[in-house]
């Protein structure tokens, strides 16, 4: 080998050893800036999601609603909602399951009706006036019944929203440390590949 090929060699060498320092700095000070990001992104979802969960808990509580004891229960009652029995509603799963604890009684208001309908039939022309009375009744009981499993329904999509936010920020946090940890390997090895 001559010594231009020799010299040739060695400067390629240097070059290579300067490129991967030069690429392992630029990816890994990315990668820091990544795990920065998503280690504050992951906080606040964290946070977020706790907002949701004790908003709802806050807006709940004080509305005292409860499902009635087991022993109060109708079989169907107990195959739906027979595991929240005696529960106070206070969380979005405690909220959903009285929604449909609640449909399950408005069912019984009209024959299956809804507010809509029975409202609609209650204005009818040449409607016997005790009927339509009758059939206004049941259209406010509807109102109300179906007013408030939109409330509860509510609640459970924030708690929902609450969860995913939770998880999602938890998710975000591994990441950002475990980038953050490759980002500080990436820097020591570009450190030990300039000295090399």
Same mark, same amino acid.
């Given at each position: 080998?001559?010594?231009?090929?020799?010299?040739?060699?060695?400067?390629?060498?240097?070059?290579?050893?300067?490129?991967?320092?030069?690429?392992?700095?630029?990816?890994?000070?990315?990668?820091?800036?990544?795990?920065?990001?998503?280690?504050?992104?992951?906080?606040?979802?964290?946070?977020?999601?706790?907002?949701?969960?004790?908003?709802?808990?806050?807006?709940?509580?004080?509305?005292?609603?409860?499902?009635?004891?087991?022993?109060?229960?109708?079989? +169907?009652? !107990?195959?739906?909602?027979?595991?929240? $029995?005696? /529960? @106070?509603?206070?969380?979005?799963?405690?909220?959903? %399951?009285?929604?449909?604890?609640?449909?399950?009684?408005?069912?019984?208001?009209? +024959?299956? !009706?809804?507010?809509?309908?029975?409202? $609609?039939? /209650? @204005?009818?022309?040449?409607?016997?006036?005790?009927? %339509?009375?009758?059939?206004?009744?049941?259209?406010?009981?509807?109102?109300?019944? +179906?007013?408030?499993?939109?409330?509860?329904?509510? $609640?459970?999509?924030?708690?929902?929203?609450?969860?995913?936010?939770?998880?999602?920020?938890?998710?975000?946090?591994?990441?950002?440390?475990?980038?953050?940890?490759?980002?500080?390997?990436?820097?020591?090895? $570009?450190?030990?590949?300039?000295?090399?």
């Amino acid at each position: 080998m001559s010594q231009y090929a020799a010299e040739a060699t060695i400067a390629g060498k240097q070059e290579a050893t300067l490129d991967r320092k030069a690429w392992d700095t630029i990816i890994s000070g990315a990668g820091a800036v990544i795990a920065a990001v998503l280690l504050v992104v992951g906080i606040l979802a964290v946070v977020g999601g706790n907002f949701a969960y004790s908003n709802v808990k806050d807006r709940l509580a004080p509305e005292k609603v409860t499902f009635p004891p087991i022993t109060a229960m109708t079989p +169907e009652e !107990k195959s739906e909602v027979g595991d929240f $029995a005696g /529960a @106070r509603v206070d969380t979005g799963p405690e909220a959903e %399951a009285f929604s449909r604890y609640i449909a399950g009684h408005l069912m019984e208001v009209n +024959e299956g !009706k809804t507010y809509s309908e029975t409202s $609609a039939a /209650a @204005r009818e022309e040449g409607l016997d006036p005790k009927v %339509a009375a009758e059939l206004q009744g049941k259209a406010d009981v509807l109102f109300k019944g +179906e007013t408030l499993r939109a409330i509860l329904l509510n $609640a459970y999509g924030w708690w929902t929203v609450g969860t995913i936010t939770l998880y999602a920020g938890y998710a975000s946090i591994v990441g950002g440390l475990l980038l953050g940890l490759f980002a500080f390997f990436g820097f020591r090895h $570009a450190r030990r590949s300039a000295k090399a």
